[in-house]
């Protein structure tokens, strides 16, 4: 698979909460930051999304916004607004005015990641993830929210894996979209927006077990070893060799999670020669033996 399809298997995202947000009249409320990726869509109206240290973000009508790692932040009519606080919540929500037709709608949600590797395959992806309705792409994603919902609300044979499937077509189509520009985070999507990077990181994922050298990703690339060093680690936040060792560390994470492998056979298929050199890399990376990050598991 691509560097990016890999990353979203690996999350296996799943549980997904819709619900419809509506509001009226002048309003404001904050969330504290939560364990859980939230998505909206903008059914109706506009709103303002501040994030603590950001230029708050005017939401309209057809808007998409994912947040991979939800932070703290204000939704609110207007900027500048007092905010209530407030907490996630899995049924439907109004905020402002109780009477009358709102003027505000969207669908929002939030769905979990696997744990053993959140925090660090997170750490690739963008914290703010915005597609506009101007360019034309959020009606995809108004399509899949509409068949998430309904999916959601069913108790189908079948619903656990649909809503699975779903959230990982949904999570691609959020990242697979993203244009490049100068304020991207350093992180994996940006990377792969670097045809000569991208071709690096794609034959790191094709064959994780080969014994890479920056020589030969640079070669992959089609750069020099400085300006490939210089450039990956510019774009991707992180050494070329770092990077390996840290998506081999989550295969490994993975793995383990699972119980179904030896650590012998761990090692040979993320590319160490023995049971016990994958032991030292994974307790220098990890801070534990592999034995002990399992046993913590069950």
């Not at 799943?14 to 509506?22: G, T, W």
């Not at 904050?30 to 909206?40: H, S, V």
């Not at 510019?234 to 793995?255: T, V």
Request: charged fraction near 25%.
């Amino acid at each position: 698979m691509d560097p990016l399809s890999d990353i979203v298997s690996l999350l296996r995202p799943s549980a997904a909460i819709s619900k419809p947000i509506s509001a009226k009249g002048r309003w404001g409320v904050r969330y504290d930051a939560y364990d859980a990726p939230g998505f909206t869509i903008i059914l109706t109206g506009e709103a303002w999304l501040a994030i603590d240290e950001c230029e708050p973000l005017r939401l309209s009508r057809g808007d998409f916004l994912l947040l991979p790692v939800t932070p703290a932040f204000t939704l609110s009519s207007e900027v500048g607004v007092s905010c209530d606080p407030v907490s996630p919540r899995s049924e439907a929500v109004r905020h402002g005015e109780r009477d009358g037709e709102p003027d505000f709608v969207a669908l929002g949600g939030s769905f979990t990641f696997e744990a053993v590797n959140d925090a660090l395959l997170m750490a690739l992806l963008p914290k703010l993830i915005f597609i506009p309705a101007s360019d034309g792409r959020a009606t995809r994603f108004s399509r899949l929210i509409e068949l998430l919902s309904e999916e959601c609300a069913a108790d189908s044979p079948g619903t656990e894996l649909v809503v699975h499937r779903m959230l990982e077509v949904l999570l691609v189509e959020a990242l697979r979209w993203q244009d490049l520009d100068s304020q991207m985070q350093a992180g994996l999507l940006r990377g792969l927006q670097e045809p000569a990077l991208a071709r690096a990181l794609k034959a790191i994922h094709a064959d994780v077990r080969a014994s890479w050298t920056v020589a030969d990703l640079a070669n992959a690339a089609g750069m020099s070893r400085s300006a490939f060093s210089a450039r990956f680690g510019e774009a991707l936040g992180c050494a070329p060799i770092q990077y390996l060792a840290r998506w081999r560390m989550a295969i490994a994470k993975d793995a383990l999670a699972r119980g179904a492998k030896s650590l012998e056979r761990i090692a040979d298929e993320i590319g160490y020669e023995s049971a016990s050199a994958f032991s030292t890399a994974f307790r220098r990376h990890v801070g534990c033996p592999p034995g002990k990050f399992a046993r913590r598991l069950t």
